[in-house]
């Protein structure tokens, strides 16, 4: 029942912000706005629930060390997607063509915001979290990629590549950063880098979304294996490799600091009847 709670509020809230940031049509101002307006509304809602359903501190998501902690997984996911970007290009299959919009990266950060947070919550921040205390770190770390892809089966131009890239790129790997450091806001940034990295700076196409122009005017083209065709870099088999090189340093970094929570087991119970 705590998972169907807290699963049903922040999805409750990420339909609510969805519907109103899509309202704004890209309105700069509007989109920034509601966009950061509906993370605020998002992170509210999840402590919330969290403080009602378990009784604690939503420490996950605590304000002291909030800053610095996004700003690393900002740093981490930009610098994943240049390098992915790089490679792509080093190939011919990236070409910049002079600058794009600054008034649509503007107003994708809003929109990055909005969708970054609302995912993070839902699928680290409770699916991942209260999956693992039942089943473990490694069960709950394929549960929750596996379903992360298949949520983007339903993008346009989605393909089962596509979803599967998703599910080890992203899905695995930001539930070994969240394994890692046991906080929400280093992962959320990780996603925020990548995501705005895509959109907002090199202006490719975000699992397949639609969406403004960002600072570069920009076109990628050769095979879908390396480019990632219509659905975006995210189907590449950079992206992939990158992904696949960060999840396994962070599963590192949760094995070394003692944060891998093993499968819990039924206890066998015995029952003596005496003659």
């Given amino acids: 029942m705590r998972l169907l709670w807290q699963l049903g509020a922040v999805a409750l809230a990420a339909f609510a912000g969805s519907a109103i940031v899509g309202a704004a049509g890209w309105n700069v101002p509007l989109t920034l706005?509601?966009?950061?307006?509906?993370?605020?509304?998002?992170?509210?809602v999840y402590g919330w629930v969290v403080r009602r359903t378990e009784h604690r501190e939503p420490v996950e998501i605590a304000r002291g060390g909030a800053a610095p902690a996004f700003g690393r997984g900002v740093l981490i996911g930009t610098a994943m997607f240049?390098?992915?970007?790089?490679?792509?290009?080093?190939?011919?299959?990236?070409?910049?063509r002079g600058w794009g919009s600054?008034?649509?990266?503007?107003?994708?950060?809003?929109?990055?915001?909005a969708a970054v947070v609302a995912e993070e919550l839902l699928f680290r921040g409770v699916l991942f979290r209260v999956a693992e205390q039942r089943i473990g770190t490694w069960l709950s770390l394929l549960l929750t990629g596996v379903v992360f892809g298949a949520s983007h089966l339903f993008n346009p131009h989605a393909t089962l590549w596509g979803a599967t890239a998703i599910a080890i790129e992203a899905g695995f790997m930001l539930g070994a950063v969240y394994a890692a450091?046991?906080?929400?806001?280093?992962?959320?940034?990780?996603h925020f880098g990548w995501n705005y990295a895509q959109g907002g700076i090199f202006s490719t196409s975000v699992s397949g979304t639609d969406a403004p122009k960002g600072l570069l005017d920009s076109v990628t083209s050769g095979p879908s294996l390396l480019s990632g065709g219509e659905f975006g870099p995210e189907a590449s088999a950079y992206s992939v490799l990158a992904g696949v090189v960060v999840t396994v340093v962070f599963l590192w970094l949760a094995h070394r600091r003692g944060n891998i929570v093993p499968r819990r087991r039924r206890r066998a119970v015995t029952t003596t009847i005496a003659a």
């Fill in 33 to 44: 706005v509601l966009g950061f307006a509906s993370a605020a509304l998002l992170l509210f």
């Fill in 82 to 96: 240049a390098a992915v970007i790089l490679n792509i290009a080093f190939l011919g299959g990236y070409e910049v």
């Fill in 181 to 190: 450091t046991r906080n929400l806001w280093v992962p959320i940034g990780v």
């Fill in 102 to 113: 600054v008034p649509g990266a503007v107003a994708l950060l809003g929109f990055t915001a």
